[in-house]
């Protein structure tokens, strides 16, 4: 009996141990993230970028975490390390649909246009109506200069989507660039009859 006693003891300890480590981990792990989302909501980019980084530390495999320091490289302007952090989120949870919406504008910023595509189409392949992913593929059509095949995809959204503020918006840039100024200007003034307080100026 003493020897089972012997070998019990030391094994309770050490449970007790680890169930401490482990709570102290989610402890600290939640603390940051507290912290991060709220500098996140001062604007503190950087210092919530470090508050991320040290949670990540906690935790390595949280395709979450990897979002959000993705999204803040990106804001940052560094998107090597943001493609890198989304790649790794979209790899951790491949239906990730904010991680793959992310990281197909990453891939756009960098002139990797197939990429991007590949991206919204897996989202489209969870989601058909996913209004953001349709406008990745129509800010791909932008980026590689086919204005009116993407202005023709917002026209086609739009009909499904009437009220859509960023569509609107979207039409009225295109409408710009293909120096449509007159219907430019109605895009935008569509914007603020359905939302006044959007902040928009039509000169």
């Not at 003493?2 to 792990?29: A, H, M, Q, T």
């Not at 504008?105 to 189409?121: D, I, S």
Request: contains cysteine; glycine residues 4%.
């Amino acid at each position: 009996m003493r020897s089972l006693f012997k070998i019990l003891i030391p094994c309770l300890l050490l449970l007790c141990l680890c169930i401490g480590c482990k709570e102290d981990k989610v402890d600290k792990l939640s603390q940051l993230q507290k912290e991060a989302n709220e500098l996140m909501d001062q604007h503190q980019w950087r210092a919530a970028l470090a508050c991320y980084i040290k949670a990540l530390s906690t935790k390595p495999d949280s395709a979450k975490l990897h979002y959000q320091i993705g999204m803040i490289d990106r804001r940052l302007g560094n998107m090597d390390l943001a493609i890198k952090h989304l790649e790794k989120a979209v790899t951790l949870s491949p239906d990730y649909t904010d991680a793959l919406l992310e990281l197909g504008y990453c891939y756009l910023a960098t002139n990797r246009y197939k990429n991007a595509e590949v991206m919204a189409r897996a989202i489209l392949k969870a989601d058909p109506e996913n209004i953001q992913a349709r406008l990745l593929i129509g800010d791909r059509r932008a980026f590689t200069g086919s204005y009116k095949q993407a202005l023709s995809l917002i026209k086609t959204l739009l009909k499904r989507h009437p009220d859509n503020i960023n569509l609107w918006l979207h039409r009225g840039d295109l409408n710009l660039v293909l120096d449509r100024s007159k219907e430019a200007e109605d895009a935008y003034r569509h914007c603020i009859s359905i939302a006044p307080l959007c902040g928009l100026s039509c000169g």
